[in-house]
């Protein structure tokens, strides 16, 4: 066998190996299309893994491609937390899980696991697992200064502050007085698809800092409820450049993250910290300034929001939203979530 026989064999067994494990059986197909009996048993916790007993739940089967049939139930968790449900659908079910005091979950269960032929005798496999699911407790919300920012840099090539407290940029720019976060902007562009844009985001005192946390995307409450001790660094850059035609960089600030913040921290002779304040922000156009085109020019824009916890040392992240520290916001402006 010569050496191009035997690549063409080499890449037919790859092909075979990668049909075979996405190709779906007959049944799954038939399931798919159809739909197949499935059930699972949910168990609802609290965040210390205690179970949560007549948490409501709205679950939706879907037992063909249409949302519109959705197969809509309801119920209650029992003393174990546990609440079985069954039914037709052709692979997934959507379901919400509240309870007062506890912060609502939205989240999907999946019967289709593709690659895999987890149909048998019309019913999905493994049949009535049981899944456990995470609805947050209410611990203690405080108040905090929290706000839907959208401004415009005034400024590139130049470290500007921002006043969290105030909410605005710091003089001359707006009227901020203490620089919390300090923000460079970089940028030139050609057009949409050919550009540069380069941000740091850096802070006005020693042992401030920043660090970056996977948003919980199931929970009403998407962040940790304490902000952790150590681990921040005091810079964060992040580069986009592309041309018409090739990624030069890519952001490395992933779209599902958020932001936890130490700032006003003062420091002993042995630079160990005495006091500091903690936040979070949300939303990576943070790092990630938006362009807007208009007959006047360019415009740089900054999205993000940001919760303030004022009270020094307090590394509490959980927001009363009915105990927002701004008042008389307008409506683009206010935070209702916690």
């Known amino acids: 066998m010569n050496r191009l026989s035997a690549l063409v064999v080499v890449l037919a067994s790859c092909w075979l190996c990668a049909w075979k494990l996405y190709a779906a059986s007959p049944e799954v197909e038939k399931a798919r299309q159809h739909g197949a009996r499935g059930r699972v048993t949910l168990r609802v916790t609290d965040s210390t893994g205690k179970p949560v007993e007549h ?5 939706a089967l879907f037992p063909s491609d249409s949302y519109g049939s959705a197969d809509v139930r309801e119920g ?8 079985g449900i069954e039914g037709t659908t052709v692979g997934d079910m959507t379901y919400t899980i509240t309870k007062n005091d506890y912060y609502k979950t939205t989240e999907e269960y999946l019967f289709y696991r593709r690659g895999e032929n987890c149909v048998q005798n019309d019913r999905w496999q493994p ?4 899944s456990t699911v995470v609805l947050k407790e209410h611990r203690n919300p405080v108040a905090m200064y929290a706000k839907e ?25 707006g009227q901020g007085t203490l620089a919390d976060l300090l923000i460079k902007y970089t940028a030139a562009y050609e057009g949409p698809q050919a550009f540069s844009k380069r941000i740091e985001l850096s802070f006005s005192n020693p042992r401030d800092g920043v660090q970056a946390f996977a948003l919980d995307r199931t929970s009403e409450f998407r962040s940790l409820y304490t902000a952790p001790e150590e681990g ?31 700032v006003r921290s003062v420091t002993n002779e042995e630079g160990r910290i005495v006091t500091a304040n903690y936040g979070k922000i949300y939303s990576p156009n943070l790092l ?4 807007e085109y208009g007959r006047m020019g360019d415009t740089d824009r900054l999205m993000f929001t940001y919760y303030f916890n004022p009270t020094p040392n307090d590394r509490n992240m959980e927001f009363n939203p009915a105990r927002n520290l701004f008042t008389n916001l307008p409506p683009v402006e206010r935070v209702t979530e916690p």
């Open 149 to 173: 920012v959208d401004v415009r840099i005034p400024v590139r090539d130049q470290a500007i502050g921002f006043d969290l407290e105030k909410g605005d940029w710091v003089t001359p720019h």
């Open 55 to 59: 948490a409501q739940l709205s679950l």
């Open 232 to 262: 921040y660094t005091p810079i964060l850059i992040d580069e986009q450049a592309r041309t018409r035609t090739k990624i030069l960089k890519r952001s490395e600030i992933a779209k599902d993250q958020y932001l936890v913040f130490r």
């Open 288 to 291: 990630d300034p938006i362009i």
């Open 76 to 83: 209650q968790t029992d003393t174990n937390g546990c609440f």
């Open 127 to 130: 049949w009535n697992p049981t």
